[in-house]
C-alpha cells in the first residue's frame, strides 16, 4: 500500500522565518502526493498536489512543495511564516484503483508560528 | 470547506444506540468518502463511494454502513458494534476518484 511518514509531530518557526513541514513517502509506481492544513476543530484543507511535472508544486496561502525522488520526499514549504498558519498539516498518499484512490494520511505535524 | 456540509457539528449518544451522521455536497462530484479522525492517529478511511448505489468499505469498515441513494449525499451510520465510536468524522468529495478530495467540516462524535 502506498504511505507517507511525517517525521515530527510538531515544527516551531518565529513569524517572518522560513517554515518547512517534513513528509517522506513509499509508494509503488509513481506517487501522487497532497497536502492539506486542519485549524482546529474544522475539516482539512487542500494546499496543494504533485502528480507529475515541476518538482516544484506551488499552492494555496503562499506554501509550496519540493518534490524529490532521490530522497522519497515531498516537504511542504513557505518562505516566511504568519502566526495565522499555525495549525495541523497532513501529507497524503494517493491508493490506487482497489482502494477507490482514497488518500492515506501522515499522521500530521502541528505547526507552531511564535510572533 | 465550501459545497460540503456536515451534519450535525457535534453528537452526543449513549453506548448501545446507533447514530447516523450526514453529508452532503452541491459539487456534483462522484467519489465520496467517510474519514475517521483520532488524535495522533492521522485520519483512516471508513467507506468509499465512487458511484451512486455503490460504495465499498475501507480500512476500518466494521461497526459502520453506508448508503448512497443520491449523488449528492453519503451518510454514515455509526452502529452499537462500533467499539470505540468517540471521534471527528470527516466526510471528503472529488470530481472523480484520481483527483483532489474536499473536505467538509466534519462532526465531533462523543459515545458515553
Known amino acids: 500500500a502506498q504511505s507517507v511518514a511525517q517525521p515530527e509531530d510538531q515544527v516551531n518557526v518565529a513569524e517572518g522565518n522560513p517554515l518547512t513541514v517534513k513528509c517522506t513517502y513509499s509508494?509503488?509506481?509513481?506517487?501522487?502526493l497532497f497536502w492539506y492544513v486542519q485549524y482546529p476543530n474544522r475539516g482539512l484543507q487542500f494546499l496543494l498536489k504533485y502528480i507529475t511535472g515541476d518538482n516544484l508544486v506551488k499552492g494555496s496561502y503562499g506554501f509550496e512543495a519540493e518534490f524529490n525522488k532521490s530522497q522519497t520526499s515531498f516537504h511542504l514549504k513557505k518562505p516566511s511564516a504568519l502566526v495565522s498558519d499555525s495549525a495541523l498539516y497532513f501529507c497524503a498518499v494517493r491508493d490506487g484503483a482497489n482502494s477507490g484512490y482514497a488518500l492515506n494520511f501522515g499522521k500530521g505535524t502541528s505547526l507552531l508560528v511564535t510572533p | 470547506d465550501g459545497g460540503i456540509t456536515q451534519s450535525p457539528k457535534y453528537l452526543f449518544r449513549k453506548e448501545g444506540q446507533n447514530v447516523t451522521l450526514s453529508c452532503e455536497q452541491n459539487?456534483?462530484?462522484?467519489?465520496m468518502y467517510w474519514y475517521r479522525q483520532d488524535p495522533g492517529q492521522g485520519l483512516r478511511l471508513i467507506y468509499y463511494?465512487?458511484?451512486?448505489?455503490?460504495?465499498q468499505k475501507g480500512d476500518i469498515a466494521e461497526g459502520y454502513s453506508v448508503s448512497r441513494e443520491k449523488k449528492e449525499s453519503f451518510p454514515l451510520t455509526v452502529t452499537s458494534a462500533q467499539k470505540n465510536p468517540t471521534a471527528f468524522y470527516l466526510c471528503?468529495?472529488?470530481?472523480?476518484?484520481?483527483?483532489?478530495?474536499?473536505f467538509g467540516p466534519g462532526t465531533r462524535l462523543t459515545v458515553t
Open positions: 463511494s465512487q458511484i451512486v448505489n455503490d460504495f
Open positions: 471528503a468529495s472529488s470530481i472523480e476518484a484520481r483527483y483532489e478530495q474536499y
Open positions: 459539487l456534483n462530484h462522484d467519489a
Open positions: 509508494v509503488s509506481g509513481n506517487p501522487y
